[in-house]
């Protein structure tokens, strides 16, 4: 059983900074993309910034300039560290990883955490 487990949402006013964390636990043979979603009230869920194994990283747009995604292969873990939050940015954040449970050629397939409330108001 893998799982995805995030922490460090929260209640936050504009213009702070919040960390979120998620890291893997469970038998997994390897780990390639890592991401964070998010969803807010309402809307679809949409991709936030996604990190390969090798360190590159992509944002959407209402990420760019505000929020930096990072990793530690080490740890199965991922990071998303998010500043001059907007209202906006309110929603559950999820975690997601693709990777293989048992070796090199298993399938690649999808893993979700439960997700972490955000809240930006004042």
């Known amino acids: 059983q893998v799982q995805l487990v995030e922490s460090g949402g929260g209640l936050v006013q504009p213009g702070g900074s919040l960390r979120l964390s998620c890291a893997a636990s469970?038998?997994?043979?390897?780990?390639?993309?890592m991401a964070w979603y998010r969803q807010a009230p309402g809307k679809e869920r949409e991709l936030v910034a996604v990190i390969t194994n090798g360190g590159r990283a992509n944002y959407a747009d209402s990420a760019k300039g505000r929020f930096t995604i990072s990793r530690d292969n080490a740890k199965n873990a991922v990071y998303l560290q998010m500043n001059s939050l907007k209202p906006e940015d309110t929603a559950v954040y999820y975690c997601n990883a693709e990777g293989r449970r048992y070796s090199g050629s298993s399938p690649l397939v999808p893993f979700w955490g439960k997700g972490t409330l955000v809240t930006v108001s004042s």
């Open positions: 469970g038998s997994i043979f390897s780990i390639n993309v």
